[in-house]
């Protein structure tokens, strides 16, 4: 594999061209493997992460390439791609194990929904599936769950929300200390005042925070449980904390609540103030997979590329906020239509020829269809709840998506990106005087 770095080394201290050799070819069982990967520096523009680095392209030349593996073999491509696919136990790119992976469970869900759908009928109409994977990391990372004087809590981080983390970590929250979600407020500090977190980068938000979220909301729970033992009038071993109150074990109804509890902070000369910290470092990388499927017409007349839909299945782990798992995923994809279909930076003797968005084109609504959300949730055991990490994964297999469901509409295969109309146009005349 050999990338186009641009001008400059590792920006932002990254070192990402290996990401796209792994990413690439983890997805199936390949016995006998050797990777090259070479980075190449030329007069352009310096390269930086972009959403999931360097894997969609390996991913856009291995499924191209899954895709003609099948059709010669006279295999329908999506039960060729199930039948070599990898599971818990197969080794890894690196020569590891996978550990509990939900691909096989993924491929299994959307090859349900794509008969329950059925065959797609039309002219210079094609389907295409692709399939990606990505192994998001985590990072060290601090948390305070403060107590307030009525009961609520405050949850303070220092990360940044840019997905909806924010209402994910409230809803941890809400979850460990068991009460309602709208009694947990989430405070983002600066460096100045918020315990340390990592960039909000990388699909790792989540899965960073909330080891150190459960660990404070167990140190408040501890604090809880001493302070409510002094007032039942037992000792702590015997109390447990349940449903947002602490009671005796085995008699229910003795209990104080976290209401109850938390009101002496208000009065002179008040009681302790509850505060749990926690903190975290880095886990183990969650495996994730994810399989695509998108229908396409083509204008042979015009080579314009119509995407009529879109179909995503991926193991998350455990959608703790669906919706926000799903915009993540259609997101994704929508940037992955613009990539494969029409976003280019052109340069001629080092100068970038559309540097502004009159001329470097982006997808708008009426270029990406819906895009179905199919959460596949088969849990990770290195990561609280058994969550894996969600954004980078599904722009993975989108640009081989779109490049297969093309090659099904009009049996031309197109090996450069953008799939521009001129580009799709021009390969079909050139096939079609081939064949004269």
Known sequence: ????????????????????????????????????????????????????????????????????????????????????????????????????????????????????????????????????????????????????????????????????????????VAEELGIPFENVSVVTGDTETAPFSIPSVGSMITRSLAPPVCQACQDVKDQLCRKAAQQLEVKRKDVEFAHGRVQVKGMPEKYVSLADLARGIAHFPGENPITGRGSSKGLQQSPVFTVEVADVEVDKETGKVKVLSYIAAQDVGLAINPTLVEGQIQGAVAQGIGWALSENCIFHKGVMQNATLLDYRMPTAADVPFVDTLLVEVSFDASPFGIRGVGEPPIVPSLATIANAIHSATGVRLKELPMTPEAILNRIKTQGKNKQ
């Open 1 to 172: 594999m050999i990338f186009d770095y641009g001008a400059l080394y590792g920006v932002g201290g990254m070192e990402i061209v290996p990401f796209g050799s792994f990413s690439g070819l983890n997805p199936y069982r390949i016995p006998n493997l050797k990777i090259e990967c070479y980075d190449v520096y030329t007069n352009k523009t310096p390269s930086g992460p972009y959403r999931a680095p360097t894997a969609s392209q390996a991913a856009f030349a291995v499924e191209s390439q899954m895709d003609l593996l099948a059709r010669a073999l006279e295999m329908d491509p999506f039960e060729f791609r199930l039948e070599n696919a990898v599971a818990e136990g197969d080794t890894m790119v690196t020569g590891t194990p996978f550990p509990k992976i939900g691909f096989k469970e993924a491929l299994e869900r959307m090859r349900k929904y794509l008969a329950k759908r059925g065959k797609l009928e039309g002219e210079n109409r094609g389907r295409g599936v692709a399939c990606g994977f990505w192994a998001p990391a985590s990072g060290a990372a601090g948390a305070n769950v403060n107590v307030n004087a009525d009961g609520t809590v405050a949850l303070v981080v220092g990360s940044v929300d840019i997905s909806g983390t924010r209402t994910t970590l409230a809803q941890i």
